[in-house]
């Protein structure tokens, strides 16, 4: 049987609805000025993340997803863990041009762990997803 490591990844609402449209099963292709896929290694770190920098971002749509996968073990080897300030700020740099591979060592789906909303979050045009989302409302 295949080793998995669970990574987590906040993302905003436009690319929570790609990963939707994928059936969960991919992240999408970075953006031109995205030269990096930063997966992170906890989902402590996710959540920081996600309340402090998606909530108050525009392009995310003013809401912080978090998500989180299982990743093929073996595959992961070859990319070093790098810490980006405390002792949680653990995550992966993948090569946008590496994304599919990635994408292809992700075992099962990607699933949702965690939502923040504010004020001004937006909805998903996605009726199934953004039934997901709200789940979390506390």
């Known amino acids: 049987m295949m080793k998995t490591i669970t990574l987590f990844r906040p993302v905003g609402l436009k690319e929570m609805e790609l990963i939707a449209e994928s059936g969960f099963n991919a992240f999408p292709p970075r953006l031109a000025w995205q030269p990096i ?3 992170v290694m906890n989902q402590q770190y996710a959540e920081q993340i996600a309340l402090e920098w998606n ?4 392009f995310s749509g003013f809401i912080g997803i978090v998500t ?3 990743v093929n073990e073996a595959y992961l080897k070859q990319y ?3 810490n980006v300030g405390g002792a949680i700020h653990n995550e992966l740099w993948i090569p946008a041009e590496e994304l599919n591979d990635f994408n292809n060592n992700i075992a099962g789906t990607i699933e949702i762990v965690n939502v923040y909303f504010t004020g001004k979050s937006a909805k998903a045009e996605n009726l199934s997803l953004n039934n997901k989302l709200e789940k979390f409302k506390k």
Do not use: R, S, V
């Not at 909530?55 to 525009?58: F, G, I, K, M, S």
């Open 68 to 70: 989180a996968f299982e």
């Open 37 to 39: 896929f930063y997966p």
């Open 80 to 82: 070093e863990i790098q």
């Open 55 to 58: 909530t108050n971002d525009e």
